[in-house]
């Protein structure tokens, strides 16, 4: 695997010098959520395997994941930039291709926890970033950190309010946590998938943007019909930094159009 690569020759990507205080768990299971592997794990994570190995004398999931993340580019690099997780280089490499976020764009980062989209959201110029998470995160300097949960009605316009306006992109990167049964953490992702599209359509900018993690296959059909309707474009990507072996994708939807929207829904 080639090793990641921030923004060419831009010196606005090389992310933090260091990170700052303790960086948090996410709330998914070992193996299945990159971002649960912060510094403070990878530092112990290989005396953590070679106890693994002595305690029970075989391979365990646990000391795969460990294995596996000790082996892997893109954590290494995360490390030495400073971003607080590996889906840092996924969000910086969908930004290469559609340029999402510039000087004065307004994020909101849906399921921000451990922070790392929210580190390259203000790296990028992002003129007000608000991450949202149900898990505590660590300040980031120039964005708003808020705790909860984005299914809340008060959220939106909460959110909003932070922002003083209307947001040009909202982003999802958030996972369940998984149970190990792909159907079942199929229809989970993508009900947060679809949340996350409803969040956006009460928070967004006429030609705003829409980011968000699904699973392979893509959109689920209604969703996708409905994207398509309320954005002039609609996308699907794996990012190089998404492990081959994962199922997710991110769909990417631009020049959001709420006037069709509503035509839509009044034909309903
Ligand atoms: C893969 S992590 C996000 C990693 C992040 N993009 C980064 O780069 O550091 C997914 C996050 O989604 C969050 N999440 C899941 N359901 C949520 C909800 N209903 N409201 C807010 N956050 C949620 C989880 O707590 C978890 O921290």
Redesign the pocket.
Known sequence: MKPPRSRSGSSKDTGPKRIPGKALK???NPGE???TLDSATARTARNKTVSLRTARGRTTAQQRWLNRQLNDPYVAAARKQG???R??F??IEIDDRFKLIGEGTRII????????????AVKRGAKHVVG????PVDPVAGAEIIE????DPEMPDRLKDMLGGPADLVMS????NTTGHAATDHMRIMG?AE?ALDFAFQVLAEGGSFIA?VFQGGSEKDMLALMKTAFSSVKHVKPPASRKESSELYVIATGFRPERLLESSKGA
């Open positions: 996410s709330a998914s959520n990159d971002a971003w607080r997780s889906a840092a996924k969000l980062d849906l399921g921000a926890a451990p922070g790392g989209w929210t580190q390259v949202l998470d149900l898990l909860g949960d984005f299914t990167d958030m996972a369940p947060l949340g993690k």
